[in-house]
């Protein structure tokens, strides 16, 4: 079992920059790919990033492209997302995802991973 847990959300204004933080714990050496969703209010979770074990991969949400950042480190069992030139329309619970399974796609799903947290409120004022 793994259990995960966020944190570094906060209210920031249009423009300004967050980072978060999800810690990893339990069989933490069977995680593959960790990921980033986020759900707005009335609206479905959406795919904001993902990163594999190794490093060396990564997808991104269309709506985040160059403006968020995905890293990771396994040695501390972390995952992190740099949140960059955020927008009002950015507002949402970000949620931190893992899965077991040796997967790998550009179009993630919320159904791909096992395990999540309990999110972090992001909001982003006009």
């Known amino acids: 079992q793994v259990h995960l847990v966020e944190s570094g959300g906060g209210l920031v204004q249009a423009g300004d920059s967050l980072r978060l933080s999800c810690t990893a714990s339990?069989?933490?050496?069977?995680?593959?790919?960790m990921a980033w969703f986020r759900q707005a209010p009335g609206k479905e979770r959406e795919f904001v990033a993902t990163?594999?074990?190794?490093?060396?991969?990564?997808t991104y949400g269309e709506a985040v492209k160059g403006r968020f950042i995905i890293s990771r480190d396994n040695a501390k069992s972390t995952v992190s997302l740099q949140l960059n030139s955020l927008n009002p329309e950015d507002t949402a619970v970000y949620y931190c995802?893992?899965?077991?399974?040796?997967?790998?796609?550009?179009?993630?799903?919320?159904?791909?991973?096992?395990?999540w947290g309990r999110g972090t409120q992001v909001t982003v004022s006009s």
């Open positions: 995802a893992a899965t077991e399974r040796p997967t790998w796609r550009t179009n993630w799903r919320t159904s791909d991973f096992e395990y």
């Open positions: 339990g069989r933490t050496f069977t995680i593959l790919p």
């Open positions: 990163m594999a074990r190794s490093g060396n991969y990564t």
